[in-house]
């Protein structure tokens, strides 16, 4: 296999990995919102926990995404 | 293998990450409408949390999705 | 390999892709469901997010269904 | 497959193992957010325990990334 | 495939080693702070528990760690 050929294949590999974040990032909101509509007085307090989660997520998502990317436009 | 038919193998795998990205925003739409039912009221308020998490996990998805379509098409 | 074999594996990759996008659309189905039996009387209030939840998810799903069928169609 | 292809392709299984550990970390932020919407004034308390466990799986999801970007841009 | 690209993708591989037990350690701290919200009161008597399966599981995640490191630096 030639180094072209591979950058197309780790670019979809790498795409996986963005979607598997998405996995983490989904759970954490979902978690946010089934306990926001148990204790809506609480949301305001909480939220900055729920923000703290997602970003540090969403990084690890972005970090595949930015690898995704890279293989796949500029090879 | 060329780089030809890497770029369909790349773009199947891509397609994959939007599926995984599609996991977590399920989760979240449906940890909201679990919540929803057991406090219908809240609803308006808590709506904004669902689009927020729904946002980023979508955008995820879909940049495994603009890796697989430009894999698959633009070859 | 060449073009014509990587097409068909990358179309049955893809094709895992729509079937993970079905777990997700699984789950807010299966959780609208559950949320409607303790509460039937708001669940025409409810329904618009189910839909809008299905909706989204749903395009992730058929965004690799896309690419599975062009893959293994139009190959 | 030469070295460069190879490093491509092992960039995009190690951008998996960045979102992988991204599920980690989302179901203990989503845990976290659960039970603080129970119980909220035991949250600072607990704090403690949500930044170990957080630092600890991030630090996995952070070496799969090292990797992941080594081999996508060092190559 | 020769040695050199060989290790590459072994080092790829061994990440998602890494990233996967950090969803076991991810279930044991999420898990550890769901109980201590119901019951504060009993969770420095509970978090020795929680250390041993942290241990154990961050350690089977640091050797995929350290394989991998090894791979792909040390080619």
């Not at 790498?14 to 609480?42: E, K, T």
Request: hydrophobic letters at 60%.
């Amino acid at each position: 296999m030639d180094a072209e050929a591979a950058k197309y294949i780790g670019a979809g590999l790498a795409a996986m990995g963005a979607g598997l974040a998405g996995i983490g990032v989904g759970y954490i909101f979902g978690s946010h919102l089934l306990g926001a509509f148990r204790n809506p007085d609480a949301e305001p307090r909480i939220a900055g926990r729920l923000f703290l989660g997602f970003a540090v997520v969403e990084a690890l998502g972005l970090i595949a995404a930015v690898v995704a990317l890279y293989l796949a436009f500029a090879g």
